[in-house]
């Protein structure tokens, strides 16, 4: 019986060789496999073994009304055990949905129903031989307009992140926080959440000196400048996660992925 939340073990099975033609290729016009550090390089594959798993539960017809977030996220781990190998991956709920959107990451919600014209989202951390991937999607049940929207805006709002925080020559975690806060204020809504992202990298990875230092996150607290490299001289990944909440409506979106400026939308 696979129980998730928790440890399990995903990822060994070669990656689609379709994906990885494609990832070669990319690199290989961007100027050669050399171009990037091997840590760049190690969580973009990551990432993209993430939005293919992501990519199969959908094609699969699994997010569908009737089964409870607890059983869908089982669905989820065996699909990556089964599938993509065996390897840990680390993180709380992976599925909210309907008034669970709302809720923030440290929260522990009931077990809920996924509904008829519900809102749902994943937030899953895998870890694909040794490096992290960090990947949040919103999903829409049916047609209703406001809950399309808001998942349209926080992916739109996104990429406006994404391509802001690659014009920063310094930016301390707590000018990023307020940044994501006053986008989600611009699209209309509220953040969501205690922070807004987090560095990245080989599983585990970095920690601060002090548990209670924030120098990693993405927080209001957080003072120092994240554009500066660790302690040995590299530079550091970062996720920018972004959580809309819409409390008039009982609903929330939520969109999460590594800031790479391959991705910035010109």
Known sequence: MVVCPGPTNFWGAAFPACRLSWYRTSCKKAGGLNYMTETTQQLSLSQQKAIALFKAIEDRGLII???TEQQLCNEIVQIA?????????WGKKIVRTGINTLEPYVADPDNLV???????????????EGWEADLGRTYVLGTDPLKHKIKNDVEAA?????AWYFKQKEL???????????????????????????IIGKFPHEQPDDPNDLCLDVHP????????????GNKRHWILELHFVDRENNVGAFFEQLLKEDDVQR
């Open 114 to 128: 996924i509904k008829e014209e519900d809102i749902l989202f994943f937030d899953f951390h895998p870890v694909f």
């Open 65 to 67: 009304p009737g089964k």
């Open 221 to 232: 607290d957080n003072h120092t400048d994240i554009l500066q490299p660790d302690k040995d």
């Open 158 to 162: 996104w990429q406006e992140g994404n």
């Open 172 to 198: 301390t975690g707590a000018a990023f926080f307020n940044y994501a806060t006053d986008l989600a204020k611009r699209y209309g809504y509220e953040f969501g959440n205690a922070i807004a992202g987090h």
């Open 81 to 89: 055990a089964k599938d993509f190998g065996a390897t840990n991956h």
